[in-house]
């Protein structure tokens, strides 16, 4: 890497590691302490504060990092991708809750905190062909280049 060493995004997000593999332990070990909606709510704030921990390092890391390579672009989906995942998570236990009002409004805020995780993560890794943001030319530049095809010496070239 040339110029600023960074840190991994991973290395950053272990302090939220040990909170985040209790959420993976079946219900029936974790229910006993609070009552289900309460739980439910406590973990949805747990994973809104994990998602803000995230969103810091990917601008420091991806977004304004100008030197960003391969592996930090790795980190950004795997980090995406795991939240997406304990958000998902989230919704199939909120499924569980049995008040109709309760568990339709977690499911809402959920599905509303999960709608953001997935556009950024199609935006910066879904397939350039559907990216709507890029100039034609760019993509088609970078389609030949991921072909293997010699990228154009000019614009006029595309």
């Not at 879904?126 to 000019?154: C, H, N, R, V, Y």
Request: net charge negative.
């Amino acid at each position: 890497m040339t110029g600023k060493q960074t840190i991994g995004m991973t290395e950053t997000l272990r302090p939220h590691v040990a909170s985040i593999s209790r959420e993976m332990c079946p219900p029936e070990w974790r229910s006993l302490k609070q009552a289900p909606e309460d739980e439910i709510h406590a973990r949805f704030e747990n994973f809104k504060e994990m998602i803000e921990f995230s969103e810091k390092n990917f601008k420091e890391h991806v977004y304004d990092n100008h030197e960003a390579g391969q592996y930090d672009f790795m980190q950004h989906r795997y980090v995406i991708c795991y939240l997406m995942s304990v958000g998902e998570k989230l919704a199939m236990d909120a499924f569980r809750l049995e008040q109709d009002q309760v568990r339709d409004a977690m499911l809402t805020k959920v599905e509303a905190t999960l709608r953001p995780l997935r556009l950024i993560f199609f935006q910066w890794h879904g397939p350039i062909e559907a990216q709507t943001d890029l100039p034609e030319s760019l993509k088609t530049g970078m389609l030949q280049g991921m072909a293997g095809e010699d990228f154009p010496t000019t614009f006029r070239d595309l």
